[in-house]
């Protein structure tokens, strides 16, 4: 296989995040250094700064300062420093992230809600100031970042330095085209369902380069989970620190089917199992973003190696993906094995120096199925 540095483009692994610290990648001013433990395999967790501003309306940056627009829709400020600050349910916050970037010419960001995140339904998107899109950052940009907040479930309680983005470089377009992923399937398998990978004449190539996979309902009890209305307050930070069933209800499917309740947040799980090669990161996106009825998949990227556990036959056989759901105007029907999500895949400079939860101190979702965030128990 030919280096990923000969290629196209490709995401920086670990290694190359490693070294722009102190010239790519700063800590603003007066914010502790960037810790080697921020870093992923091919990402890099960004940490919350002391403040988080009330807004009355989130807003996209363009010709007018964040500043300026901040000073015109901030209506209180809390503080996250200490045991940190209760975000309310429904609102919108802006808050500083400690990281600012300084990139080169030749190197893009791009940035997504961390696995946690999503789980606990806290909607989040990165503004980058001057720039006219959330969660990206043009070749060259240097500057601040900022991030909005807007707990949709449950009231969470942050605390500056609490990690709820991750950000990821690349030099060039690093996805993949369809003819290349067809080859890496034929290589190795991305997806297994059962005890065997999906062949690849059974898997649906999309014309982005991407794998269009499925809803798993069958053969799970349950099926699913429902955030609960009017519950106490998260804690982000606490892994662990809650039970279950005082924030979720279970949802069954006895049939393959259920009904989505509009405005109700649901988690669910992948019918296959993926597999992230090492040279590789993938990321989890919509099907049709057209789709009026729901909207999923709030986090979705993989880092190299996610789902490369192997097996005592010496294959792999992968971990499901945790898709994050809400459904939106009308009761909507969803059955097992229905095309759910799509998973495209992006080439990195290299293999990177720890894959995928390797040596990390915090839990990882390495074996996770049907798995709520970290700060919940394991649900009976």
Same mark, same amino acid.
């Given at each position: 296989?030919?280096?990923?540095?000969?290629?196209?483009?490709?995401l920086?692994?670990?290694?190359?995040?490693?070294?722009?610290?102190g010239?790519?990648?700063?800590?603003?001013?007066?914010?502790?250094?960037?810790?080697?433990?921020?870093l992923? @395999?091919?990402?890099?967790?960004?940490r919350?700064?002391?403040?988080?501003?009330?807004?009355?309306?989130?807003?996209?940056?363009?010709?007018?300062?964040?500043?300026a627009?901040?000073?015109?829709?901030?209506?209180?400020?809390?503080w996250?420093?200490?045991?940190?600050?209760?975000?309310?349910?429904?609102l919108?916050?802006?808050?500083?992230?400690?990281?600012?970037l300084?990139?080169?010419?030749?190197?893009?960001?791009?940035?997504?809600p961390?696995?946690?995140?999503?789980?606990?339904?806290?909607?989040?998107?990165?503004?980058?100031?001057?720039h006219?899109r959330?969660?990206?950052?043009?070749?060259?940009?240097?500057?601040?970042?900022?991030?909005?907040?807007?707990?949709l479930?449950?009231?969470?309680?942050?605390?500056?330095?609490?990690?709820?983005?991750?950000?990821?470089?690349?030099?060039?377009?690093p996805?993949?085209?369809?003819?290349?992923?067809?080859?890496?399937?034929e290589?190795?398998?991305?997806?297994?369902?059962?005890?065997?990978?999906?062949?690849?004449?059974?898997?649906?190539?999309?014309?982005?380069?991407?794998?269009?996979?499925?809803?798993?309902l069958?053969?799970?009890?349950?099926?699913?989970?429902?955030?609960?209305?009017?519950?106490?307050?998260?804690?982000?930070?606490?892994?662990?620190?809650?039970?279950?069933?005082?924030?979720?209800?279970?949802?069954?499917a006895p049939?393959?089917?259920?009904?989505?309740?509009?405005?109700?947040?649901?988690?669910?799980?992948?019918?296959?199992?993926?597999?992230?090669?090492?040279?590789?990161?993938?990321?989890?996106?919509p099907?049709?973003?057209?789709?009026?009825?729901?909207?999923?998949?709030? @986090?979705?990227?993989?880092?190299?190696?996610?789902?490369?556990?192997?097996?005592?036959?010496?294959?792999?056989?992968?971990?499901? @993906?945790v898709?994050?759901?809400?459904?939106?105007?009308?009761?909507?029907?969803?059955?097992?094995?229905?095309?759910?999500?799509?998973?495209?895949?992006?080439?990195?400079?290299?293999?990177?120096?720890?894959?995928?939860?390797?040596?990390?101190?915090?839990?990882?979702?390495?074996?996770?199925?049907?798995?709520?965030?970290?700060?919940?128990?394991?649900?009976?």
């Amino acid at each position: 296989m030919n280096d990923a540095r000969d290629c196209a483009g490709h995401l920086l692994v670990d290694r190359d995040l490693e070294a722009l610290f102190g010239s790519a990648l700063l800590p603003r001013p007066g914010a502790p250094p960037i810790a080697l433990d921020q870093l992923q @395999a091919a990402s890099l967790d960004l940490r919350i700064g002391s403040f988080a501003s009330r807004i009355r309306a989130g807003f996209l940056p363009g010709r007018t300062a964040l500043e300026a627009r901040l000073e015109q829709l901030e209506t209180s400020r809390l503080w996250l420093g200490g045991d940190g600050a209760v975000l309310e349910k429904g609102l919108v916050y802006l808050v500083p992230l400690e990281e600012q970037l300084a990139l080169p010419s030749d190197v893009s960001a791009a940035f997504n809600p961390r696995s946690s995140t999503g789980r606990c339904d806290l909607f989040t998107r990165v503004l980058v100031p001057g720039h006219p899109r959330f969660n990206e950052a043009p070749a060259g940009y240097h500057g601040r970042l900022w991030l909005e907040v807007s707990p949709l479930s449950f009231p969470v309680r942050l605390k500056r330095g609490d990690r709820l983005c991750q950000l990821r470089l690349a030099r060039g377009e690093p996805a993949l085209s369809t003819e290349e992923l067809r080859a890496e399937y034929e290589r190795t398998p991305l997806c297994w369902r059962g005890d065997r990978p999906v062949p690849a004449a059974d898997v649906r190539f999309d014309d982005a380069g991407g794998i269009e996979l499925h809803l798993g309902l069958e053969g799970r009890e349950p099926a699913g989970w429902r955030a609960q209305g009017h519950t106490g307050v998260v804690n982000f930070s606490r892994e662990g620190g809650h039970d279950p069933r005082e924030f979720w209800e279970p949802v069954h499917a006895p049939s393959g089917t259920c009904i989505l309740s509009p405005g109700s947040f649901y988690i669910f799980a992948s019918r296959e199992r993926v597999v992230i090669p090492p040279h590789l990161a993938a990321e989890m996106l919509p099907v049709d973003v057209d789709v009026g009825e729901m909207r999923n998949n709030y @986090a979705g990227f993989f880092d190299n190696g996610f789902g490369c556990s192997e097996t005592t036959e010496g294959g792999r056989q992968g971990t499901a @993906a945790v898709l994050e759901v809400r459904a939106h105007d009308v009761p909507f029907l969803v059955e097992d094995g229905q095309v759910f999500f799509r998973l495209r895949f992006y080439r990195s400079s290299g293999v990177p120096t720890r894959l995928y939860a390797e040596g990390r101190k915090q839990s990882s979702y390495r074996d996770q199925d049907l798995t709520l965030a970290r700060c919940f128990r394991r649900a009976p």
